[in-house]
């Protein structure tokens, strides 16, 4: 296995400190205790682990997958998971990596989400499926801290917190799909708070281990006599083993198969039936019918940490291409190749390749910065000093979810489409690492919603039902940005701020045309586009502020524009606006020119 | 299994006769006794061969790699492929696949390469591993047919057009990648035309089986003393077994290793060791030091197949993502969805899903549109009636090759992905087919040269150096093209027409200034958007092509536009022009605007 850096400190410490001015937040009550210092010595920590210890395990997670075995502990048939993963959830757990954003009181850190998230890229980009358990886990315990009793708390949330128990979200049954609406898995008043959970669900990552002392699945069924749809939805802790008195006897939920998936192989994803013996009980988390409601209170925190898998991924591979191409002599540069005489170049040395390079550091670290800005809306929404401030807040952290999950899942793929197309036929095989990332990647645009939930989200849920209010906030606070960077003296900025200040126009002009429309599918018949565009401009957005920030530093003098960090930085900026803005405004004229071809094609066209 | 059509039947019909008359191919001499009746008896048997015989292996080769093993006729140790594999192999042979195109007297049907690559289309559609086969031993055999004596042609091209014998092209050393002038390979001149070779070769494909007769490996090397660089290659004949009197002997070339490839898995990939026991002879094919450029005269048609086997991959994922996507009921219609309680509707009612599956049709039949027009210019560079019509057949078919390849590959690649896409999380699960089509697609913008390098082919060999002559007589063509459907009396056509006019002057403008630039590598610094670009624009060019046809077809009375196959083309057109060129502008923009933030950028800044 070769060594990989997983991703570039410098610029994740420049994207923090500079940019996102992380340390602003202690002046937060809640972060009070922490400084610069703290949020490094967990970030250093999580670092050195992801690189030395979670990153030599990856490549055998991915060709040693789980599979039905004997549960070393119980003697019965169980899915057995790699040897090693065990091992990394203790250690994740001892990193304090399962509640570090979560309040002292529960066993947290109560780190801000934005620096946890950058940890937890960090241990993404080390072991996506290790990493996996452990998010998976906190999502999980969250809910119950949200929502659930003491209880509830006391017997499922602190050991999951605690690393003794794992947790799993589940949602998806077999013939729903996506629209949880349609969610037919049944619970049966029993007595107390408890239910009598009978169905099934699938694709429930996490969903098996031999390691963890028990598995609490945070799951979506409907208690009879419900409303039909999705406000008769409601949310259910069902353990593997269940308390009874003293005992933890098992509770009647079984993963009964494996999905044979194509990435994040060290992550068991199953069919989970609850109740085929009418022996399983779940518990009943927060009100009765408001399941999706509650589910989705944490589904920002789950997208935001996609995008950020997605940006782990493709740094990697980035990472990954960046050696090869440094390391790989073939050919001559074109200038001088007629002779065809001289020592090979290094083929980062071609112009395509160093396009494809560039083009992948562009993605992944204006991606991060998009994820940690985000990020950063959520801890001000949750611990901002004012009711306003935190309202507003809000609003940008969930406008700009879909964003920040989006632009890393599909650009992200593209990157590491890429970083095997960088390594030519090495690329193909799998002795090379960066098929698995490229596999791994796919899912980022399916799970969590898919790519065009994302869009129907963004455009029907952010945008149109609350008239833009969230978009003309969001548009203004970039504005604002915008303004900073042109009473700058920087050429490039000032071009920079015009630009983004057109499109700003634009998506205006989209807006009011949109509004006009009749009816609502015809309003979102091009949400996808409407999403990419945002994400591509969104982006360009993060890249004005390095830039602007670049600057400061060079006026500062601290770090020059000699040094090839800040060149580096700037480069992407220009690339970013030479190459992917032009494409954007294009796919923003796509919602305005609203071609019908797609609707209007009937299925025996096809 | 499931069942899947591989490729519209319709659309392929359409497309040979409708928009690119290959019947009109009859009236030279070369394809005199075929008619529109013999090209269908033979496509309609590999049609039926690929549905039933290929597709139902085609999973099973996927997932039973080939591996080393005991040769049950030798009892030897030897690279095992899957057990049906000379089954198919031979059928192949006798569906006379192999010499379909090559003349009477070497056993071919003298059928044109237009009709050969729609019925390679068919079959690798099936399993392009069995395919893959069938079109290696076809271009080693055309090698030896197109220079070799009488010797070389009796006793290995022969044997292979037979079916006998298969063939291998062995150009890339692990050292040299894609960078043929650095060839070690040497050959020792030995007695008669034979040659000792010595050296090692990567990435071999059908570099092994246990199934042929023999197989002769068409393998660049060094002679001693050569120049240095591309003018010191020559081209060798160097089977597994060489002949000795009349025995057959072992000729110390030795598949070594097998690469463990993500796709294509049915077709051994391998490292060849030759003369390791410094007894491996090879036959000269051609004359010394000219052996790149008889290998490069079998390039288009090698690449032209790379194009016809990415759309023969997309056209299968397309496929089984719209069968899928009309069978699976989930969520339900936008302007409906509130009250949640009717019954779901199948996804394929989606707009998102609807705008996915048009996606997929656009680049599937755009793309085997490309690729035909591509190969009847061959047909017509070959056979054509006078010297005048051959030349500027050749010219076109020369600058055509890198976009009918690049196009189906990279915009391909797109497609598997958004039948993946379509698939939502089953999609990520390799029960499912698509995710096999998505790696085996990967392959296509590696092989035969990277996505890159036909960058460089198109823009440095096919425009530049030729002082854009090449690029001027496709222009005309389209113009040509153009001026037909702005004749027409339909407003859409005028439009299409004028919107590719107003690109052709963009091309115009980009290449004089171009041709301004002082170096060539200023020059060639964006030749990656040029080609893609164009890639954009060509297919632009085939759906204008193919709704002028639809229109006649329209005025005919045969095909009315009520008929949905007719409609469903108009609406990829519509599609296309709406959504894809305006992008192609951007891309070509690229081109003039140089941007130099990759070329710039120090590798310490990435």
Redesign the interface.
């Known amino acids: 296995m070769n060594s990989n850096v997983l991703l570039s400190e410098r610029d994740m410490q420049f994207l923090l400190y500079d940019v996102h001015a992380v340390d602003e937040l202690t002046a937060f009550d809640y972060f009070s205790d922490h400084d610069r210092e703290t949020f490094e010595q967990f970030l250093s920590a999580c670092k050195r682990f992801a690189r030395e210890r979670m990153w030599p395990s990856y490549k055998q997670m991915d060709k040693e997958v789980p599979s039905f075995g004997e549960d070393a502990r119980s003697g019965q048939r169980a899915i057995c998971v790699h040897p090693r993963m065990g091992e990394l959830y203790s250690q994740l757990a001892n990193l304090g990596v399962l509640a570090a954003s979560r309040p002292y009181d529960v066993g947290g850190s109560q780190l801000p989400i934005t620096v946890s998230t950058a940890a937890m890229t960090w241990l993404m980009a080390g072991n996506l499926s290790a990493a996996g358990f452990a998010f998976l886990t906190t999502g999980a315990a969250h809910l119950v801290e949200a929502f659930g009793d003491t209880w509830l708390r006391t017997h499922f949330m602190k050991p999951m917190y605690a690393g003794r128990f794992t947790g799993t979200m589940a949602l998806?049954e077999p013939?729903?799909?996506?629209?949880l609406?349609?969610i037919r898995t049944s619970a049966t008043h029993d007595s107390g708070g408890r239910y009598r959970i009978r169905g099934s669900k699938?694709?429930i990552s996490g969903g098996a281990n031999n390691f963890s002392d028990n598995i609490v699945h945070l799951t979506l069924a409907r208690i009879e006599d419900s409303p039909?749809?999705?406000r008769g939805v409601s949310l259910f802790a069902v353990p593997k083993l269940r308390p009874e008195g003293d005992q933890w006897v098992p509770n009647d939920v079984q993963a009964s198969q494996l999905?044979?998936?194509?990435?994040w192989k060290g992550l068991p994803s199953v069919v989970l039936d609850y109740g085929s013996e009418d022996d399983c009980i779940g518990w009943l988390v927060g009100r009765p019918n408001d399941g999706l409601s509650h589910m989705f209170q944490m589904m920002n925190e789950a997208r935001i940490l996609v995008g950020a898998n997605a940006v782990a991924t493709a740094s990697v591979g980035y990472q990954e291409s960046?050696e090869y191409a440094?390391s790989?002599?073939?050919?001559?540069?074109?200038?001088t190749e007629k002779?065809?005489?001289g020592p090979?170049v290094p083929i980062?040395q071609?112009?395509?390749?160093?396009?494809m390079?560039?083009?992948q550091?562009c993605i992944v670290t204006g991606g991060l910065s998009l994820v940690l800005e985000t990020a950063k809306y959520q801890d001000i929404a949750a611990h901002g000093s004012s009711l306003t401030v935190r309202e507003r807040a809000q609003i940008l952290a969930d406008f700009m979810t879909p964003l920040a999950k989006t632009f890393p899942a599909e650009w992200g793929?593209e990157a590491n489409?890429l970083a095997?197309?960088v390594h030519?036929?090495y690329?193909?095989?799998?002795?090379y690492v960066v098929?698995a990332l490229l596999r791994d990647q796919?899912?980022n645009?399916?799970?969590e919603g898919?790519?065009?939930l994302q869009?129907?989200d963004l455009l029907?849920r952010k945008i149109l039902r609350d008239r833009g209010h969230g978009l003309q906030l969001w548009l203004e606070t970039i504005l604002g940005d915008l303004a900073l960077a042109q009473a700058t003296e920087s050429p490039e900025l000032k071009e920079y701020a015009a630009v983004l200040r057109a499109f700003v126009s634009q998506v205006q002009v989209t807006l009011r045309n949109l509004s006009s429309r009749t009816?609502?599918?015809s309003m979102?018949?091009h949400?996808?586009d409407m999403l990419l565009a945002l994400c591509s401009f969104a982006v360009g957005w993060q890249w004005l502020k390095i830039v602007t920030q670049a600057e400061r530093a060079a006026d500062g003098g601290l770090q020059g524009t000699k040094c090839?960090?800040i060149?580096?930085l700037r480069?992407?900026a220009?690339?970013w606006f030479?190459?992917e803005i032009?494409?954007a405004?294009?796919?923003l004229?796509?919602v305005d020119?609203a071609?019908s071809?797609?609707?209007?094609?009937?299925?025996?066209?096809?």
């Open positions: 998806t013939h729903a799909g996506s629209s609406a349609d699938i694709f039909a749809g999705t999905i044979e998936k194509i990435g960046l440094k790989r002599p073939q050919g001559r540069l074109i200038d002779g065809s005489t090979q980062a071609h112009p395509d390749v160093r396009r390079l560039l083009r550091k793929y489409t095997v197309q030519g036929g690329g193909y095989s799998s002795e098929e796919k899912l645009s399916i799970h898919t790519t065009g869009g129907l029907g009816s609502l599918s979102l018949s949400s996808t090839p960090h060149r580096g480069h992407c220009q690339y030479a190459t032009p494409v405004v294009a796919q004229t796509r020119v071609d071809s797609f609707l209007d094609c009937s299925l025996d066209s096809l």
